[in-house]
């Protein structure tokens, strides 16, 4: 103990200037403080930038959690909805301030059964079976493509487009039941806006992109009228798309307007659907201007339920 | 009143010397007395006789910073007071903690002041602590020279009483192996 006693004595050593300075360190206030402002400013300049990085990755996950490398022979479309100023944006109900709101697709791969549903909502999926095969094919006989429907793999077989629905789907290796769950479809959809007190598509918007088969073009596109009336088919020209407005009495009374552009180049085709009472043709036509659809090399899952739905919870803000 | 007035007056025999400088190192000094012997009765004779003492050691010595001047003084008396009690283990007040800590820095056997002048290891911590980085060598005057408790210095430093703690314990390890290397222990 003498000895620590002796080291502790011997701490007199210590220098002056050396004292000094741990004084101030340890009772000058401003020091303190300082020492404090700089802990705040550390930990809010921290803080910040973790909400920076944090942003920056969940930017990056948003961007690619739905994406993937593209599989060689595949096709995909980048579809940007920007801003119509014009529209009225509480008819648009979405967030167009967002400008590039913007989904994926690919094309399937070969071999792959590639029906597109024209809806995939709860109960639409009931009408499934009683859809007639030719009206969903309503719009590419319309645009006069010529259309196939092939067996998912292994085999391929020619079907009849004449033939029933059940029959062709049990032809192409698909239950009816399977065939519900079966699509590929890119689209975006508001359902949020309440009509008469039901949660109702006011706005769809679908991509069906071409594929090759058996070395041509093609395109399947699901568009089923479920026993709505159709009221009027008008074809003409929007800027390099082929166009078809379809407007359809549905049962319930309920007016639907649905715009079909056609880009014979690009080989796609964009479906615009409108409830009657929120968009009528001319804001239809003003919104598919304003979609601008890009080819890229990108290619994502087929099955796209849950992406569309994401993204119009993304969009609709 | 400024340092050098007050040191003027100790020169000058002046009565003023004592009492301006128990206004201004008054509790200055008590505190590092109190944090080494652990009473209040004790700092305070350590006080009184640190002014008895700087009375006495000036006008020979003209101090260029009275603080430290004082405070070495009261450390000294401190120390001797826990010394001359014997209350080395047990209610010695902080001082027993520190002592117990600087036995890390001394290896059994030869005592320090039996190998050298007490000087001369005071000139060798002198530039040891001298060449410490600056948050430890704060934390460690804090602790060794004003005797200041653990809790206090990461208060008033805004640090964690772990990193106060394992900073004292790092440079008790350094301090050792520089006293090693010194011959001093």
């Known amino acids: 103990m003498l000895n620590s006693l002796t080291l502790l004595r011997a701490m007199n050593g210590i220098h002056e200037e050396d004292v000094i300075m741990a004084e101030n360190r340890f009772f000058d206030e401003k020091q303190v403080k300082h020492v404090n402002t700089k802990r705040i400013i550390t930990f809010a300049l921290a803080a910040a930038l973790i909400l920076g990085l944090g942003a920056v990755a969940y930017a990056i996950y948003r961007a690619t959690m739905y994406t993937r490398i593209p599989e060689e022979g595949t096709t995909a479309y980048h579809v940007l909805y920007n801003a119509d100023p014009s529209a009225p944006p509480e008819m648009l109900h979405v967030n167009f301030d967002r400008t590039k709101m913007a989904f994926r697709s690919d094309v399937p791969p070969d071999g792959c059964f590639p029906v597109m549903r024209a809806s995939d909502l709860p109960g639409a999926a009931e009408n499934w079976e009683k859809t007639s095969l030719h009206s969903m094919l309503y719009v590419a006989q319309r645009f006069g493509l010529p259309w196939e429907m092939k067996q998912r793999r292994p085999d391929e077989v020619e079907i009849d487009p004449k033939q029933e629905p059940d029959e062709l789907l049990k032809e192409a290796g698909m239950d009816a039941e399977t065939a519900k769950t079966w699509f590929t479809g890119y689209e975006y959809r508001d359902t949020k806006r309440n009509v008469a007190g039901d949660n109702m598509d006011i706005i769809r918007i679908e991509l069906y992109g071409g594929y090759r088969l058996h070395g041509q073009e093609v395109i399947l596109g699901a568009f089923s009228p479920d026993g709505a009336e159709v009221r009027s088919v008008r074809e003409g020209t929007l800027g390099e798309y082929q166009m078809v407005e379809v407007q359809m009495l549905q049962a319930s009374g309920a007016i639907d307007n649905h715009l079909f552009l056609f880009h014979p180049e690009k080989y796609y085709l964009l479906q615009i659907s409108g409830n009657g009472i929120y968009y009528d043709f001319p804001v239809l036509e003003q919104i598919g201007q304003n979609i601008e659809v890009t080819e890229t090399n990108l290619h994502v899952d087929s099955y796209e339920n849950k992406v569309n739905f994401i993204l119009a919870d993304l969009a609709a803000g | ?185």
């Open chain 2, 1 to 185: 009143m400024e340092d050098e007035k007050i040191v003027d007056l100790y020169w000058q025999r002046s009565d003023l010397a004592i009492s301006e400088t128990n206004q201004k190192y008054g509790r200055y000094c008590h505190t590092i007395a109190y944090n080494i012997c652990g009473t209040d009765e004790d700092a305070e004779e350590c006080v009184n006789d640190t002014w008895f003492r700087a009375w006495n050691l000036m006008p020979d010595q003209r101090p260029a910073v009275l603080s430290t001047f004082l405070g070495r003084i009261t450390r000294n008396f401190a120390i001797d007071c826990v010394k001359a009690r014997n209350r080395l283990k047990r209610g010695g007040g902080e001082a027993v903690l520190v002592l117990d800590e600087l036995e890390e820095c001394i290896t059994g056997g030869t005592s320090p002041e039996h190998v050298l002048e007490e000087k001369e290891l005071e000139a060798a911590i002198g530039s040891f602590v001298s060449e410490l980085p600056r948050p430890e060598k704060v934390i460690f005057i804090l602790r060794y020279w004003h005797v200041v408790p653990v809790d206090e210095i990461a208060k008033r430093l805004q640090f964690s009483k772990g990193k106060v703690k394992s900073s004292l314990f790092r440079t008790r390890r350094k301090l050792r192996a520089y006293l090693r290397e010194e011959g001093l222990c």
